[in-house]
């Protein structure tokens, strides 16, 4: 007789604390907007083109079509705008290109739940872990090829080989309601690294991501089943994978990790005023859940730095690194990965992209 399983649910919340980027994977080229400004403070619009509706509308010739799109005359497209994003530069690049976040079929801004499943992932691959660097240093020892992607045999070990057997998948995330093109702003975004040179802006690039000053948080609905799994690491039937308790402490732990983790990168490598900033971001979250969430924020790379110490990266980690991808080491400390994206205001660091504050309500 199988076991009855019981379902506990509850309602996350997410609220960004700085700008976030989860991409649809499509750049927006020059001729795919219109750039504005505002008559009072001369802030940069960017008005995205509908192109359907446009080629649709056949009270327009062609010919009028062709003249439109080639002019680019503002009064001549206001009936053909899918949405206007304010930017939070003054100025951009003529031709710029901007990576476009991820949208549903209506043109609104949607966090799939499968970003959020993907954190919940990492909170737990990292709990998991942190107590057992046999397992850790046993999965990298049988890796022999740099194309294998670190940390996935790890994963297949701690959640199941197939999806069918797969321990999360007694966890379920429902699709948050989706945003408003309102609470999306157009950044630009500097990847900041650390090299010989110190602590540098390698290139910029421009981006739509969630602003964080955001009315409302999102929302998404949770459902967990209570019901016995096999520990993938030891074979044996343990408790559930998560509860609501265990999940809300993985949360927590990953969040603590990370932001003693981030102090020390700062401290070690940047500038007194970058420090600074991270100082004042870890303050405004007074303590509560802080997580990095979307573009940028891969479980390999966030929870292998975490794991790894001085002897591990050497020796297991750095001959599947690319030449640009390699940790760095300073004072008998390291740290994996070695750059950071900023918001950037008037090509200087202004906030650490996407991070977010994570509640159970």
Known sequence: MKASRQVESFTLQIRPLTPFLVTSGRKLQPF????????RTG?????????????EDEKIPLEKKMEVVERRGSWNLDRYYRYTLLC?????????????????????PILPASSIKGTIRTALAFSLLKDRRDLLQ?????????????????????????????????????????????DIRAYEVGLMTSGRTGFHRKYSFYAE??????KDPISASVSLELFPNVNRAGGKESEPLATKEKLL???????????????????AFSPRELEGRWSQLVHRAEGRILLPLGFGSGWHARTLGLLFNKDDLARR??????PDRQ?????????????????????WPEAPLGWTLWSIA
Request: proline share 5%; hydrophobic share 40%.
């Open 327 to 347: 940790y760095m080491e300073k004072g008998g400390a390291v740290f994996y990965p070695k750059s950071r994206r900023w918001i950037l205001s008037a090509g």
């Open 317 to 322: 980690l750095k001959p599947f690194l690319s």
């Open 88 to 108: 939070a530069f003054k100025r951009i690049e003529e031709r710029a290109e901007l990576l476009e976040c991820l949208r549903d079929a209506g043109g609104s």
């Open 43 to 55: 802030t940069p619009l960017i008005r995205v083109i509908d192109f359907e509706r446009l080629i």
């Open 209 to 214: 991501a969630w602003d964080a000053a955001m």
């Open 32 to 39: 795919d907007y219109v750039l504005a400004h505002q008559p």
């Open 138 to 182: 046993s999965e990298f020892g049988r890796m022999r090829d740099r194309r294998e992607r670190p940390g996935l045999g790890l994963e297949r070990r701690l959640f199941g080989e197939s999806l069918g057997e797969n321990a999360l998948r007694c966890i379920r995330v429902a699709e948050p309601p989706c945003g408003h093109n309102a």
């Open 249 to 267: 402490g993985a949360l927590k732990s990953f969040s603590n990790a990370l932001i003693e983790s981030e102090k020390r990168f700062y401290a």
